[in-house]
T-cell receptor, first 115, second 116 residues
Framework: AQSVTQLDSQVPVFEEAPVELRCNYS??????LFWYVQYPNQGLQLLLK??????LVKGINGFEAEFNKSQTSFHLRKPSVHISDTAEYFC?????????????FGTGTRLKVLA | GAVVSQHPSWVICKSGTSVKIECRSL??????MFWYRQFPKQSLMLMAT?????????EQGVEKDKFLINHASLTLSTLTVTSAHPEDSSFYIC????????????FGEGSWLTVV
């Protein structure tokens, strides 16, 4: 079975400061990893994904994440945040072997960017 | 622009009635779609996998007779909440696999259901 843990339910950060949102996963098989952003009352938008290859993945809106297999982590980072980055961020994992594309989501981290 | 669309975005229905939510893939054919529900300030919970031309696969604990899923065409899956109760009030989100785009999964904008 797979699971995803997002340790921080809320992360307040000042505008133009860097931010890291943490994601750890557990799985007995190879995984694909994803970060999604959800703005209020909207669906999910894909920020970035790790399927294979380079462990440093760059996504939209200046976000990046690094896959660390030994630490089973996939933390999301942005060097300088904007007010518009305020949203809920979800980390997700799916099996790379089953081919079912079923996603397991973390509980989410609410990023609050302060002026 | 959106590649997966849900309709309606908001719906209010009376307790005991049924309500249908549509999920359409706009730019591609999707043989597989997924339905999630999300309670306020909580994560997404996978309800079922919708397969075109066959029965949906439900996750453990999801009542298949209450949440009817139909995937009659390659671009449309519907979720019907039957005999709705206030505890069914939630945000329902669908997603679809775009296989020709590297099996990328796109999510719909979500549908708010309020049962009164």
């Amino acid at each position: 079975a797979q699971s995803v843990t997002q340790l921080d339910s809320q992360v307040p950060v000042f505008e133009e400061a860097p931010v890291e949102l943490r994601c750890n996963y557990s799985s007995s098989v190879s995984v694909y990893l994803f970060w999604y952003v959800q703005y209020p009352n909207q669906g999910l938008q894909l920020l970035l994904k790790y399927l294979s290859g380079s462990t440093l993945v760059k996504g939209i809106n200046g976000f990046e994440a690094e896959f660390n297999k030994s630490q089973t982590s996939f933390h999301l980072r942005k060097p300088s945040v904007h007010i518009s980055d305020t949203a809920e961020y979800f980390c997700a994992v799916s099996s790379a072997t089953s081919g079912t594309y079923k996603y397991i989501f973390g509980t989410g981290t609410r990023l609050k960017v302060l002026a | 622009g959106a590649v997966v669309s849900q309709h309606p975005s908001w719906v209010i229905c009376k307790s005991g009635t049924s309500v249908k939510i549509e999920c359409r893939s706009l730019d591609f054919q999707a043989t597989t779609m997924f339905w999630y529900r999300q309670f306020p300030k909580q994560s997404l919970m996978l309800m079922a996998t919708s397969n075109e031309g066959s029965k949906a696969t439900y996750e453990q604990g999801v009542e298949k007779d209450k949440f009817l899923i139909n995937h009659a065409s390659l671009t449309l899956s519907t979720l019907t909440v039957t005999s709705a109760h206030p505890e069914d009030s939630s945000f329902y989100i669908c997603s679809a696999i775009w296989r020709a785009a590297g099996n990328t999964i796109y999510f719909g904008e979500g549908s708010w259901l309020t049962v009164v």
